[in-house]
């Protein structure tokens, strides 16, 4: 599966190319059709398994950067999205969102700890079953372009497809005490599939045998 956005930009690139082959040579065409493949790569998006119980998943693929305690009440995990990774974006917990904000900000390359606070950024407010959980969209050194398809008062099930960042990134989740962190620095980790949090202070169903 490829986002719909990839698929135009591989179109207008191949088309591109067509006309650089018919005006000039195929060799002149040959990068803009390699961008074009790159893109259908680029804006992949693969089905994902979503884990159940009380857990908070990784809203990105990429590597983990950081785990820090922004405070005594909250701990972040901050996720870098370089080039290669799958961009589709995904909601680490299901509940209703509560708030949007967008924040202008810097280009800085998103593998460094100030973008959390300084670079371009949407900052997305989920009640997921009675605690808030916050996750940031932050632009990178490439990345110039941040969507999010959903709205407040929208629900979203844990893993759910919620937008993507175009051209390396970063993804910043904040979440509250009653979270076990499960992750650390250097780790890999998949959007929808790999769990980042597990909740503390609810009871995991059990399953049937």
């Not at 719909?4 to 650089?20: N, R």
């Not at 893109?39 to 983990?64: H, N």
């Amino acid at each position: 599966m490829i986002v719909i956005d990839g698929i135009y930009y591989a179109l207008a690139l191949a088309g591109a190319g067509g006309l650089v082959a018919w005006l000039v040579s195929p060799w002149f065409a040959l990068v803009l059709w390699l961008l074009a493949l790159f893109c259908l790569y680029f804006f992949r998006d693969p089905y994902r398994a979503i884990p159940s119980g009380p857990v908070a998943v990784s809203p990105a693929d990429g590597k983990v950067v950081a785990v820090k305690t922004e405070s005594p009440t909250l701990q972040r995990i901050s996720i870098f999205l370089n080039v290669f990774d799958v961009h589709v974006n995904r909601a680490p917990v299901g509940g209703v969102i509560r708030k949007v904000e967008y924040h202008p900000g810097k280009f800085l390359v998103a593998s460094r700890e100030e973008c959390s606070t300084q670079n371009e950024m949407n900052v997305v407010t989920v009640d997921g079953g009675g605690t808030p959980v916050v996750f940031k969209q932050i632009a990178g050194l490439i990345a110039r372009r941040i969507v999010f398809r959903k709205k407040p008062g929208d629900r979203v099930a844990t893993g759910e497809r919620i937008g993507l960042i175009k051209f390396g990134s970063r993804m910043d989740v904040l979440l509250g005490p009653e979270w076990e962190i499960t992750v650390r620095p250097g780790m890999r980790v998949a959007a929808g599939s790999s769990v980042i949090a597990r909740r503390g202070d609810v009871a995991e169903a059990p399953h049937d045998a």
